[in-house]
Structures are given as structure tokens and as C-alpha cells.
């Protein structure tokens, strides 16, 4: 079977977090309730938008969570329409992604954003050919569920001994775990490279081309 490498976007293939924060300060000024801090937004990068809300502000009715996510994303669209919405590709990972279609990987995505959001991203960035399963948070109960893995998995014909879940999160971790994967964390992103091992990282990179010479061991 298929060997994969599934990557999370935000926080592992790009940095949005700055982007992230401004919209998620804007739906909370909008509805009228205190903004969290950059740190808090910063935890909750790589859940679905509802689960984020939730986390944000847990003892909110169900109504406001789902209000603030639908306010979350008219906030970044309109940062997208001012062209504010700059997700800058981490150093290395263009060169990583070409390197690993080279040694015969396929390659995946299991991220947060929504089908709309993804596709923007990747498009002005030129790797949506990389890539033969998208999976986002349009189609999936939010991260650390492991049915992204799951479906990337069966897309791929790929087995799940000879695969891998890169994420710089402990939802990535967990979700990687329940999926049965290899879990890699990348020291660049949102979470600490401790909690990434505290949610089940099998091991920590902290350079793209590490994830190169991982995945050169492993095939």
C-alpha cells in the first residue's frame, strides 16, 4: 500500500496567526463581548471554528458560539478583500513538499480551514498539485477526531503503519494517535514542542528539512 504525509496547514505549512488573531478580535468587538488575548487565540489554531468558540468562551450558549464563528468569518474575508490576509510559507516547506513527491510519498492535508479557505491558500502559493486528499473542517467533526486522517487514508489506498500526521499542535498529536499514524511535531507552530510529546508526538522536528530526513529513514 500507498505510503502518506499528511500535513496540517496553519501553524505547519504556513504561518496565519496574525491574521487568525485580528479576525477572531474583530467578531468579538462585533458582538460585543471582550477579545481574548493573542495567547488564547493562539491555543484554540486547529479546531473548527464552533469547538473554538466553545473553548474560547465555554459557558456561552451554543447560538453565541455558532454566531461568533459565522462573525469570525466574514472578519477574515474582509481582510482577504483589503489583501490583509498574508499566510506566509514557513522556510523550507516549497523545497520539503517537492523533495517528498521525489522519494515517492504521497502527500495530504487535514487542517482547520474551511474547503474555501484552503484552496485560497494554497493556490497563492502554487502547491494544490502536491497535494491528493484535502481534508478540512467543512466535511469533518473538528481535530483531534481522527476522521480527516481516516478519509485522507482511504483516498491515499495508503497504509496507516507506513503513514504520518505532521501538525504542530496536540490536537494533530492526538487525533494522529486515535488514527493509528506516525505523529510528528514541528517546533514552529502554536504548541510547545512538550505538549506536542504530553498528546503522543512519536518525535519532535524543528526544521522542514528534518521532516526529510524522517521520512527518508521511514521509507
Not at 503503519?161 to 501538525?167: E, V
Not at 498529536?173 to 511535531?185: D, S, T, Y
Amino acid at each position: 500500500m500507498n505510503r502518506l504525509a499528511i500535513f496540517d496547514c496553519d501553524g505547519t505549512l504556513v504561518d496565519g496567526q496574525a491574521n487568525i488573531c485580528l479576525a477572531m478580535e474583530a467578531c468579538f468587538a462585533e458582538a460585543g463581548l471582550p477579545q481574548p488575548t493573542r495567547d488564547r487565540t493562539r491555543r484554540i489554531v486547529g479546531l473548527s471554528l464552533v469547538e473554538a468558540m466553545e473553548s474560547l468562551l465555554p459557558d456561552a450558549k451554543p447560538d453565541v458560539h455558532r454566531a461568533l464563528a459565522d462573525g469570525y468569518k466574514r472578519a477574515y474575508q474582509g481582510l482577504r478583500a483589503r489583501g490583509l490576509a498574508i499566510e506566509p510559507l514557513y522556510d523550507g516547506i516549497a523545497d520539503l513538499l517537492a523533495d517528498l513527491e521525489t522519494d515517492g510519498w504521497l502527500l495530504g492535508i487535514a487542517t482547520g480551514k474551511s474547503d474555501r479557505g484552503l484552496a485560497i491558500c494554497l493556490d497563492h502559493h502554487g502547491l494544490a498539485h502536491h497535494f491528493c486528499t484535502l481534508q478540512t473542517a467543512d466535511r469533518h467533526p473538528s481535530k483531534p477526531h481522527p476522521s480527516m486522517v481516516e478519509t485522507a487514508l482511504a483516498d491515499a489506498g495508503a497504509d496507516s503503519a507506513r503513514s504520518m500526521m505532521i501538525g504542530d499542535t496536540s490536537y494533530d498529536m492526538i487525533m494522529a494517535k486515535q488514527a493509528g499514524v506516525m505523529a510528528v511535531g514541528v517546533a514552529w507552530g502554536y504548541h510547545p514542542p512538550e505538549e506536542l510529546l504530553a498528546a503522543g508526538a512519536d518525535i519532535i522536528v524543528h526544521a522542514p528539512r528534518d521532516i526529510a530526513a524522517l521520512m527518508k529513514v521511514a521509507a
